[in-house]
């Protein structure tokens, strides 16, 4: 059974980092891409980055360019956001998902994590 598990969510200073991981187990992670989105509470959830499995092509939204990186390793079935300059608009729960296209559209994505919550705040 395919599953996604995040961590690395947590409380953190306006202008700080911290890096999400994504745990994939019961597939094979080199043959999906995988897709970071945020949720904010009472909001749906947008996306935030991807990275193919095809030629590891990134992608970012505008809001997070130049502060965030998002970087897979196969061989440790993790994928990874890196996030710096973290700012209070970054607050939201973060999911990773699995998918077979480039896209950011959610419905291409077929498998979920549960979540890691990110609040950036003083």
Request: proline share 6%.
């Given at each position: 059974q395919a599953q996604l598990v995040e961590s690395g969510g947590g409380l953190v200073q306006p202008g700080g980092s911290l890096t999400l991981s994504c745990v994939a187990s019961g597939?094979?992670?080199d043959r999906y891409t995988i897709a970071w989105f945020r949720q904010v509470a009472r909001n749906?959830?947008?996306g935030?980055?991807?990275?193919s499995h095809v030629d590891g092509s990134t992608y970012y939204a505008d809001s997070v360019k130049g502060r965030f990186t998002i970087s897979r390793d196969n061989a440790k079935k993790t994928v990874y956001l890196t996030m710096n300059d973290l700012q209070p608009e970054d607050t939201?729960?973060?999911y990773c998902a699995a998918g077979r296209r480039f896209t950011m559209l959610q419905s291409a994505y077929d498998d979920w994590g549960r979540g890691?919550?990110?609040t950036v705040s003083s």
């Open positions: 597939f094979a992670l749906g959830r947008t935030v980055a991807l990275i939201g729960v973060y890691t919550p990110v």
